[in-house]
């Protein structure tokens, strides 16, 4: 067993500025956990309302349309109103890394067939992005989905279905590449209903700005 540190402290509950959150681990190394009401009805429903008229069709980081990810999606802008704001900084504090290191919040959206297929979350290492890598990935569920939709690791035999307001945390910043590899994760394709997630993604060094809007 190797004693890799990792960036979130394995806790059974998170106390944070605006509330308490439950946590289960679902695996050790790489750490993947499952969180409990990290956002109430009230906010996803805000944040699917918000994001619907925005989404795009789904690019990958590079800009190319692709068949590995069907569904659509959408980025916010950094602290773009109080209410994403807010949001983003639960989010960063529960993610134990610095909110100027958090991309913008991303909403996708999943209709019956669409799906996003098994991928890393980082950019290859020596690849140019790779120079302020993505450490860590939070994924929250804003709606329940009648079937299918599951997040799944297929190296690692986890699964975790759709929730409304509960989310799945993953880290791949180990000095050990293997266990980065084996974060390689896919949403299954939803067979009824739809599916909308929120993803917030961090990097390793700050890329946001300081101050556009104080808190
Ligand atoms: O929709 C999901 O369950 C996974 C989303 C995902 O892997 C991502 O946004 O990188
Ligand atoms: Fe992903």
Not at 84 to 109: D, F, K, S, T, W
Not at 127 to 149: C, H, K, M, Q
Request: proline letters at 5%.
């Amino acid at each position: 067993m190797s004693e890799e540190m990792s960036i979130l402290p394995v806790q059974s509950f998170y106390s944070l500025d605006d509330g308490v959150v439950e946590a289960t681990v679902l695996h050790q190394e790489p750490l993947i956990v499952r969180f409990e009401r990290l956002l109430s009805d009230d906010e996803c429903r805000q944040l699917i309302e918000t994001a619907a008229p925005r989404l795009k069709e789904s690019k990958l980081v590079n800009k190319v349309v692709s068949d590995i990810r069907t569904s659509r999606g959408m980025f916010f802008e950094e602290e773009e109103s109080p209410f994403i704001h807010r949001i983003e900084r639960r989010i960063a504090q529960l993610m134990n890394v610095p909110i100027e290191h958090a991309e913008g919040l991303q909403v996708l959206h999943y209709g019956p067939g669409q799906e996003y297929k098994a991928h890393h979350d980082f950019f290859a290492p020596g690849s140019p992005a790779a120079r302020n890598n993505r450490i860590s990935t939070l994924i929250v569920y804003l709606n329940d989905v009648e079937e299918g939709g599951e997040t799944v690791f297929p190296l690692l035999g986890i699964a975790m279905k759709p929730k409304r307001g509960a989310a799945l945390y993953f880290e791949y910043f180990y000095r050990n590449q293997a266990l980065n590899d084996l974060t390689l994760h896919s949403s299954v394709p939803v067979v009824r209903g739809e599916k909308w997630v929120a993803t917030q993604w961090m990097r390793r060094q700050r890329i946001r700005q300081y101050g556009l809007i104080s808190s």
